[in-house]
């Protein structure tokens, strides 16, 4: 897991600072206003700091496979202190079995490209069985479109990806909205993000298929 140490095992994630005020606003509009959203792949622990205290109705789930991001993470709830935020989670999304049972939302960041394919699919999985009809799961990161990058950086970026790992790299969108169609899940908005981003708002449409 990228990132600095800023004492007391709590990690520092360049992007986290940079996204964050994007992602936010996205995650006002779409999340509903009570219950639980599971943030699957928290990493360093800063998003659900920063959600956790711009959403005060809302209870924060975070959750990581990562034993070091969990230290982060439990790490910077500590200097937070906010109520709303729940203790950090061990949690494959590509899992058959989560130890989460129910959520009004789920969030996953800049993941799905950095891990191998089956971990999007457990995450559509996953996030089929938790999720009450209408509710959503956001995506956010770096998507093709049609076969093809929408930046030249996001090439690059895809190549440099699958160097280090050929399981790793940029999914195709329509990939992603047909395994997500398998659990339920349909594309309620595709949102234009920084940096050659999108957000995709995946919402619980009926029951998965079998």
């Avoid at 202190?81 to 969030?107: F, H, I, K, Y």
């Avoid at 049609?146 to 930046?151: L, Q, S």
Wanted: aromatic residues 4%; glycine residues 10%.
């Amino acid at each position: 897991m990228d990132g600095e140490s800023i004492g007391d095992e709590a990690l520092f994630a360049p992007a986290a600072a940079r996204n964050g005020a994007a992602i936010l606003d996205v995650l006002r509009a779409v999340l509903p206003p009570g219950g639980t959203v599971l943030e699957v792949a928290s990493g360093t622990g800063e998003h659900a700091v920063r959600f956790a205290a711009a959403l005060p109705t809302l209870r924060w789930q975070p959750s990581d496979p990562d034993r070091r991001a969990l230290g982060s993470i439990a790490a910077h709830a500590r200097l937070a202190g906010l109520p709303n935020l729940l203790a950090p989670l061990e949690l494959d999304a590509g899992a058959t079995d989560w130890s989460v049972t129910r959520a009004e939302a789920v969030l996953c960041v800049n993941m799905i490209h950095i891990a191998p394919w089956a971990a999007t699919e457990g995450l559509l999985a996953g996030a089929g069985r938790l999720l009450p009809e209408g509710g959503p799961l956001v995506l956010y990161g770096p998507f093709r479109i049609g076969g093809a990058h929408t930046a030249e950086s996001n090439a690059r970026f895809d190549a440099d990806l699958r160097m280090r790992d050929p399981e790793w790299g940029v999914r195709d969108l329509e990939a992603v909205l047909a395994a997500a169609a398998g659990h339920g899940l349909g594309l309620a908005e595709q949102i234009a993000m920084p940096a050659n981003n999108l957000s995709l708002v995946l919402r619980k449409v009926g029951t998965a298929a079998t």
